[in-house]
């Protein structure tokens, strides 16, 4: 064989590769490799017979057949599908009309995302998550929150009952606050103490436009010596700048809830009052109240091992869904939970 022969011998293998590793459906790689590459396979045997051509004309022959053992095993690690990291590798599975950018992207539910706001707010000023179940004793969410039995404060929060007993033999129900979370956090950890909870509450209402039977609640818990209503008055009045910028005013009205002596409502300026109009979100008032606050009652304190004597704390809780509802300005609170994408997908960030 003469190294002209030897050429078109090299074409017509190349050639013959060409269609073998073109056919659909495709054939096995690994019979094609045996095929060209393997010992004995084609290009073997013809790069074998370079041993009859003259040494001068040997060299840019050998060199030919080099390049076309490496382009045929670039293909077939191709069909493989490992080509290479050179070259553009197209799979199958890879469908070049997809649009590219922007990605679709998933966006948090406003009632996630305001809960996230609270929790970032009382983790800066040093205050742990705490956390509780959903289905309480008795004990937990009323009798140790100063709720003797019978007592008509009991009344207040409509509860769910459920079929359940406690180990005692008491009565198991949906928490109807955050505030049962207090005491869990009291036996958990003495004093001193800064954590809050955001979380599901239940209550037996009728839905409207500003109730649900199900929501959700912040509760917050600081104990420690020497804790002042003055210390209260600074936490909410910061924890609301932060939520709705500096120039929210904070003011607190006398009230009453078993588990705080003194409390207190704690209310916000409207953001919503343009002035001269009769607002209706705050109905002319110009407050809107937000939150249930106060000084831990010495007897919530004895039911979680601390000495009322030595420790003194305060707590405030409020509802997650009235803070969305007045940063997103949502009037309808059952719209929270329908799932209307327009709802869904206005936190963008
Ligand atoms: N748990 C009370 C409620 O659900 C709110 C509250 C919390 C009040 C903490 C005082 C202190 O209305």
Same mark, same amino acid.
């Given at each position: ?26 054939? $096995?790689?690994? @019979?094609?490799?045996?095929?060209? /590459? !393997? ?6 045997? &013809?790069?074998? #017979? ?65 809960? $996230?706001?609270? @929790?970032?707010?009382?983790?800066? /000023? !040093? ?6 179940? &959903?289905?309480? #004793? ?212």
């Amino acid at each position: 064989m003469n190294a002209t022969e030897w050429k078109e011998k090299l074409s017509a293998i190349r050639d013959s590769f060409s269609v073998s590793i073109a056919k659909k459906p495709a054939e $096995n790689p690994e @019979a094609l490799e045996q095929r060209f /590459l !393997g010992r004995k396979g084609e290009l073997a045997l &013809l790069l074998r #017979d370079l041993k009859d051509i003259p040494l001068e004309e040997r060299k840019p022959l050998g060199a030919l057949g080099n390049a076309a053992k490496q382009e045929m095993e670039a293909k077939l690690a191709e069909l493989k599908g490992s080509a290479p990291a050179a070259g553009p590798a197209v799979k199958a599975d890879l469908d070049l009309t997809m649009p590219g950018w922007p990605l679709p992207k998933g966006t948090l539910h406003p009632l996630t995302h305001t809960m $996230n706001r609270l @929790a970032e707010g009382f983790l800066k /000023l !040093g205050f742990t998550m705490a956390d509780g179940p &959903l289905v309480e #004793d008795d004990y937990h969410n009323f009798e140790a929150l100063n709720f003797p039995p019978f007592h008509p404060a009991r009344d207040m929060q409509d509860t769910f009952y459920v079929a359940a007993k406690d180990q005692g033999g008491k009565d198991m129900l949906m928490r109807t606050h955050t505030s049962p979370v207090q005491i869990r956090a009291l036996e958990k950890a003495q004093p001193p103490l800064r954590v809050f909870h955001t979380g599901r509450v239940f209550r037996s209402e009728a839905v409207d436009a500003s109730h649900s039977f199900a929501f959700h609640q912040i509760e917050g818990l600081y104990v420690d010596k020497n804790v002042s209503m003055a210390d209260l008055k600074w936490t909410a009045a910061t924890f609301m700048k932060d939520l709705f910028g500096s120039g929210v005013k904070t003011r607190f009205n006398p009230s009453y809830f078993p588990f705080v002596e003194p409390g207190a409502e704690v209310d916000m300026s409207c953001i919503f009052c343009k002035t001269g109009e009769r607002c209706p979100v705050c109905k002319g008032t110009g407050w809107l109240e937000v939150m249930g606050a106060g000084m831990v009652h010495p007897n919530v304190l004895k039911a979680g091992k601390c000495d009322p004597q030595k420790w003194s704390g305060f707590a405030f809780g409020g509802g997650i869904e009235r803070f969305a509802m007045l940063l997103f300005g949502i009037h309808d609170m059952r719209m929270l939970y329908e799932n209307d994408l327009r709802m869904l997908k206005q936190v963008n960030l």
